[in-house]
């Protein structure tokens, strides 16, 4: 089965760095995803991880670490928009199970 | 390129009934999911199709279920409602033969039972 954490809340100030941290225990492992999801709107892909280390996309980076069953979402220059939920995702040989979700809120 | 599509959006149902809702995924999708959120508990897998065929299922009582047409387009059910059962279904389609790649969801269909 599927066990994954990461913090129910954080707050940060515009233009701050913020990380979200992920941790999982899966049976089998198939790489990590990263959703945001805006009160009341659908989920929206942010980032992939299926080997070890450091994707960055833009303002957002995702990290990986197999080994240590941890990844973490960095989210830097933080704009009053990115006050959403970010959700951590583990595939494994044939669902993708997500954690409950952190919230994160951008304060001026 | 339309997204994924659900159908109704809002829901209000009283105990012991049944509903059905509808989700039409991105045109050329052929792997559809279910999902069920609430506060708290985040996204819980309930089943995965493919081709018309249930590919995979969550730990879910049996009167969950669903099905999957020809189109690709998804329903799924839920009988005998139970208060818990409140909470926004979420579907999301995949263009991925195999287990990768990422998920497209639609906006869901918030079920409401009293």
């Known amino acids: 089965g599927q066990n994954i954490d990461q913090p129910t809340e954080m707050t940060a100030t515009e233009g701050a760095i913020v990380q979200i941290n992920c941790t999982y225990q899966?049976?089998?492992?198939?790489?990590l995803f990263w959703y945001q999801q805006h009160a009341g709107e659908a989920p929206t892909f942010l980032s992939y991880?299926?080997?070890?280390g450091l994707e960055e996309k833009g303002r957002f980076s995702s990290f990986l670490s197999r080994s240590k069953g941890y990844s973490y979402l960095l989210l830097k220059e933080l704009q009053m928009k990115d006050s959403a939920s970010y959700l951590c995702?583990?595939?494994?040989?044939?669902?993708?199970?997500f954690g409950a979700g952190t919230t994160v809120t951008v304060r001026a | 390129k339309a997204g994924v599509t659900q159908t109704p959006r809002y829901l209000i149902k009283t105990r012991g009934q049944q509903v059905t809702l509808s989700c039409s995924p991105i045109?050329?999708?052929?792997?559809v999911s279910w999902y069920q959120q609430t506060p708290g508990q985040g996204l819980q897998f309930l089943f995965e199709?493919?081709?018309?065929?249930?590919?995979n299922k969550g730990n879910f009582p049996g009167r969950f279920s669903g099905r999957q047409f020809s189109n690709s387009r998804s329903e799924m059910n839920v009988s005998t409602l139970e208060l818990g059962d409140s909470a926004l279904y979420l579907c999301?389609?995949?263009?991925?033969?195999?287990?990768?790649?990422?998920?497209?969801f639609g906006e869901g269909s918030r079920l409401t039972v009293l």
């Open positions: 899966t049976s089998g492992f198939n790489g």
């Open positions: 999301a389609s995949s263009s991925a033969t195999r287990l990768s790649g990422e998920l497209f």
């Open positions: 199709y493919f081709s018309e065929t249930q590919r």
């Open positions: 045109s050329g999708h052929r792997s």
């Open positions: 995702a583990v595939r494994d040989d044939y669902k993708l199970s």
């Open positions: 991880n299926v080997l070890d």
